[in-house]
């Protein structure tokens, strides 16, 4: 059996205010399909964050459709759960726009419910279109989902209910605990527990791919979410093969997908300038990006450190990031200047006291406010810069109320 594995598709996500075209998700989605049509692949499965809210728009439900059909002409079936993203929290009763492709046949959608005596796994319904366990080609496919904070021990519980003997494969929305700036995350030692019940663990969430021991795998997000995730390379679906109720091999691929570009650029020669600091300051930046292939749909990611000068030049983040659009000719160009060291006064370069730069002040102005309330925990000072450069970087409410969940009790 020839499985595609991917995850974290977010179709519908939103970059830069707006600056970037949501439908480089839906074309990497598209892109993967057609490579699963051409290899005949016998299944697809997705490991949740098919959408990245759980409220989307029209067009972004087209775009779901548009795949799914496809894999459903060439009689291709999808297993699918869902991820944190998909739903309103994890507990809610809400419908989920999931659940609305389960019911049009386009998906296999599985979920693993909870009540006091632990999780509820029944067998997939055809009628009903709903249920934990799906079983093809004598393989069971059991989907846990997305579990939050109680990943480890809600594993455990699923594990504990599962008759021996028959080969499995897991579908779970979760990465290692150890990855930092997520939650909800699983140990070495969940990892061998899974491993005597499954043969595969397809894994989402991270965005990063990941391989442990050659069986439990999370292929990477197909498209960059965030700027950051372009040094995340090759990752975008995994090719797994399952030969007599065995596994045989795995390999993550690579789709395509928009060009970002890195570009970090010390500003310090242009302290000295007294005047044209504007025009040196965009110059100087050209300098090092004009050396670079740079393609029409590029993404420019530059990152300013150094010192300057404040009272020579306040930084117009917009404007700076407008003009080197338009002289470089490509979709977008983000500015980052949170490690610029900024000072005022008549100094040369070498004589320029070295002041705090944009992130050192936050983090003193909140732990200042902190101390004020009788709050000295410097995870706190972390959690509150966490949340704002989450709102200041168009988080989705499902991104940060994750965060607040995954927050030490003791914190808050």
Not at 82 to 100: C, F, I, P, V
Not at 287 to 292: A, I, N, S, T, V
Not at 303 to 327: C, F, H, P, Q, Y
């Amino acid at each position: 059996m020839k499985i595609f594995h991917l995850a974290d598709l977010h179709l519908g996500r939103r970059r830069l205010h707006g600056r970037l075209s949501d439908q480089d998700f839906s074309d990497a989605f598209l892109e993967i399909v057609k490579r699963a049509v051409d290899e005949s692949a016998d299944l697809l499965l997705i490991a949740g964050d098919l959408f990245d809210s759980h409220q989307i728009a029209p067009r972004h439900l087209r775009q779901a459709i548009l795949s799914l059909s496809l894999l459903r002409e060439k009689g291709i079936p999808v297993i699918a759960i869902e991820g944190n993203h998909d739903r309103a929290s994890l507990n809610s009763q809400e419908g989920t726009w999931l659940e609305y492709l389960a019911d049009e046949e386009l998906l296999i959608l599985l979920q693993t419910l909870f009540d006091r005596s632990g999780p509820i796994l029944t067998d997939w319904c055809s009628k009903k279109r709903r249920g934990s366990i799906y079983t093809l080609n004598g393989i069971r496919f059991v989907g846990a989902g997305y579990l939050g904070a109680s990943t480890p021990t809600r594993l455990q519980a699923i594990t504990e209910k599962l008759d021996a003997g028959t080969p499995s494969v897991l579908l779970l929305h979760a990465g290692p605990s150890y990855f930092v700036g997520e939650g909800g995350g699983f140990q070495g030692k969940d990892l061998k527990n899974l491993k005597k019940h499954f043969i595969y663990v397809a894994l989402g969430h991270m965005h990063k791919p990941m391989i442990h021991d050659h069986w439990a795998v999370n292929p990477g997000s197909p498209e960059n979410c965030r700027l950051s995730e372009a040094s995340y390379e090759n990752r975008g679906y995994a090719v797994v093969e399952i030969c007599e109720e065995k596994l045989r091999s795995v390999e993550i691929h690579s789709n395509s997908r928009r060009p970002i570009i890195e570009c970090s650029v010390d500003c310090s020669p242009i302290a000295k300038f007294r005047k044209g600091v504007w025009e040196k300051l965009l110059e100087h930046i050209l300098l090092g990006l004009r050396k670079k292939e740079l393609s029409e749909n590029a993404v420019i990611h530059v990152r300013l450190s150094g010192s300057m000068n404040i009272r020579r030049l306040a930084v117009d983040k917009a404007s700076l990031e407008k003009t080197l659009e338009e002289e470089l000719a490509v979709e977008a160009v983000f500015i980052d200047h949170e490690d610029l060291h900024l000072f005022a006064g008549r100094y040369n370069t070498e004589e320029a006291p070295q002041r705090s730069s944009r992130k050192e002040l936050e983090r003193k102005a909140i732990q200042s406010l902190l101390m004020e309330e009788g709050k000295e925990d410097p995870s706190l000072v972390d959690l509150c810069l966490q949340l704002k450069h989450a709102v200041e970087k168009q988080s989705t409410p499902e991104e940060i109320l994750e965060s607040l969940l995954q927050a030490p009790a003791e914190v808050l």
